[in-house]
């Protein structure tokens, strides 16, 4: 049941969202001259997709979890756009192909082995990863990859149709909170 909201709602947030999609596209060309991020992430079953974001930091940041990245990285514009959680916007487009869903845990990179390890013994890749979900609520984010696995798993054996909206209602208004960068 999930699945057809994330297709009815990303579909419709793409098409009521694109006038301010393509200001912030073009903003961004601006800010960095390359304002979509796509980065290669650890999705359903273990496979592998293509994270879509507004760039929020300088073209040439190392590809690592967000928390290992120095708040130095970040751009102007790129601080505004993770303040206000606009850099998420495109992901629309990978909860539309089917890659992710609203709520699910975030999706991590490859290289992200202690992660991996503790969600592999959890079952958290046998659900689409989120944009949002139980661990964002609550301020839990990759630095802590134990807590997170298990926030995750949690948040998988109670996910229903109320906590799909629960946590997406949360997000919006303020309580959804992404992974850290070091000051």
Do not use: C
Not at 72 to 99: A, C
């Amino acid at each position: 049941m999930t699945r057809l909201f994330d297709i009815l709602f990303s579909l419709f947030g793409l098409i009521v969202l694109s006038p301010i999609i393509l200001i912030l596209y073009l903003i961004g060309l601006f800010d960095t001259g390359s304002p979509l991020f796509r980065q290669e992430r650890v999705g359903l079953n273990q496979n592998s997709f293509m994270l879509l974001k507004f760039r929020s930091m300088h073209l040439n940041t190392k590809t690592v979890a967000t928390h290992l990245v120095q708040v130095s990285s970040i751009t102007k514009w790129g601080s505004f756009l993770r303040k206000s959680k606009l850099d998420e916007l495109p992901q629309l487009f990978n909860v539309l192909l089917g890659d992710m869903s609203f709520v699910g845990p975030r999706p991590n990179l490859f290289n992200q082995i202690e992660l991996i390890d503790a969600r592999n013994k959890k079952g958290v890749y046998s659900v689409r990863p989120g944009i949002t979900g139980l661990a964002q609520i609550n301020k839990i984010d990759m630095s802590t990859p134990q807590l997170l696995a298990e926030t995750d798993e949690k948040m998988i054996k109670q996910l229903d149709i109320i906590h799909y909206f629960k946590y997406i209602f949360l997000t919006i208004f303020g309580n959804g909170f992404g992974d850290r960068v070091k000051e």
